[in-house]
């Protein structure tokens, strides 16, 4: 299965739905970043392209089964085009995740992503929406009521609103360790022992803080898997429903 994760919006969680939701639930999947500005690809796991690029990516994904395609927003724009230009290489990606968030910018931006992948005849249970950084409590419906309300009127994607993610400091602090979620969560590490038996104050902080990354990541993983089990893409790993390419 190969997905790519795209929004013409930064800051909409595109690198966390890629790393953590998607990469560690799709079997030998790679991940490969798209990304010219801000780049934060990890060399030992990650390889870099650039959105001109498109051609040497088209030809490495004919060569492996499964992949993440992160793609940053500096590089959307020009990797739709050049998309167009390689025509038909659409199909090459069973599946393409917009993440969104609820910031009114960050929804109209995934509004215009959701009409220009529209273009290429893609159908709606190949665009699916990650409803990312949901307020606890806050009805998903009221925080992305615009993206959602352009969606009943035209149905490009997807919408299933268990498809969330809540806002946690446990990706930034994945982040910060270069470790997956999954990893902090089956850590075993016995910390309150180890700060117990600690006479620096430092160490002690240092400690504490993995303590603090293990707990979030065990609360972490189970609503990812939701959220994953959520996307069905399990449902599109046998269809064949390439679609018949057309431009507007």
Same mark, same amino acid.
């Given at each position: 299965?190969?997905?790519?994760?795209?929004?013409?919006?930064?800051?909409?969680?595109?690198?966390?739905?890629?790393?953590?939701?998607?990469?560690?639930?799709?079997?030998?999947?790679?991940?490969?970043?798209?990304?010219?500005?801000?780049?934060?690809?990890?060399?030992?796991?990650?390889?870099?392209?650039?959105?001109?690029?498109?051609?040497?990516?088209?030809?490495?994904?004919?060569?492996?089964?499964?992949?993440?395609?992160?793609?940053?927003?500096?590089?959307?724009?020009?990797?739709?085009?050049?998309?167009?230009?390689?025509?038909?290489?659409?199909?090459?990606?069973?599946?393409?995740?917009?993440?969104?968030?609820?910031?009114?910018?960050?929804?109209?931006?995934?509004?215009?992503?959701?009409?220009?992948?529209?273009?290429?005849?893609?159908?709606?249970?190949?665009?699916?929406?990650?409803?990312?950084?949901?307020?606890?409590?806050?009805?998903?419906?009221?925080?992305?009521?615009?993206?959602?309300?352009? !969606? $009943?009127?035209? *149905? /490009? @994607?997807?919408?299933?609103?268990?498809?969330?993610?809540?806002?946690?400091?446990?990706? &930034? #602090?994945?982040?910060?360790?270069?470790?997956?979620?999954?990893?902090?969560?089956?850590?075993?590490?016995?910390?309150?022992?180890?700060?117990?038996?600690?006479?620096?104050?430092?160490?002690?902080?240092?400690?504490?803080?993995? !303590? $603090?990354?293990? *707990? /979030? @990541?065990?609360?972490?993983?189970?609503?990812?898997?939701?959220?994953?089990?959520?996307? &069905? #893409?399990?449902?599109?790993?046998?269809?064949?429903?390439?679609?018949?390419?057309?431009?507007?």
């Amino acid at each position: 299965m190969k997905i790519a994760v795209i929004n013409f919006s930064g800051n909409v969680g595109k690198t966390t739905v890629a790393r953590h939701l998607l990469l560690p639930r799709i079997p030998a999947a790679e991940l490969i970043a798209v990304e010219s500005v801000n780049a934060d690809a990890d060399a030992e796991t990650t390889q870099t392209l650039q959105g001109r690029q498109f051609g040497a990516l088209q030809q490495y994904l004919q060569t492996i089964d499964s992949a993440v395609i992160d793609i940053g927003a500096s590089n959307a724009e020009e990797f739709l085009t050049l998309m167009k230009a390689y025509c038909g290489s659409h199909e090459d990606f069973d599946c393409f995740v917009v993440p969104t968030v609820p910031s009114i910018k960050q929804q109209k931006d995934t509004i215009a992503t959701l009409i220009e992948l529209s273009r290429f005849g893609i159908p709606p249970q190949r665009l699916k929406l990650v409803f990312n950084m949901a307020q606890p409590g806050v009805p998903i419906k009221e925080s992305f009521y615009l993206v959602l309300a352009f !969606l $009943a009127q035209q *149905r /490009l @994607a997807e919408e299933n609103t268990a498809c969330r993610l809540y806002t946690s400091d446990i990706y &930034g #602090l994945a982040r910060d360790s270069h470790t997956d979620i999954g990893t902090l969560a089956l850590d075993q590490t016995d910390y309150k022992r180890l700060i117990r038996d600690s006479d620096d104050s430092e160490e002690k902080l240092a400690l504490g803080l993995k !303590l $603090a990354a293990r *707990r /979030l @990541a065990i609360g972490a993983v189970p609503a990812l898997d939701a959220c994953f089990a959520a996307l &069905g #893409l399990d449902e599109l790993a046998d269809a064949d429903t390439a679609p018949a390419v057309h431009y507007s």
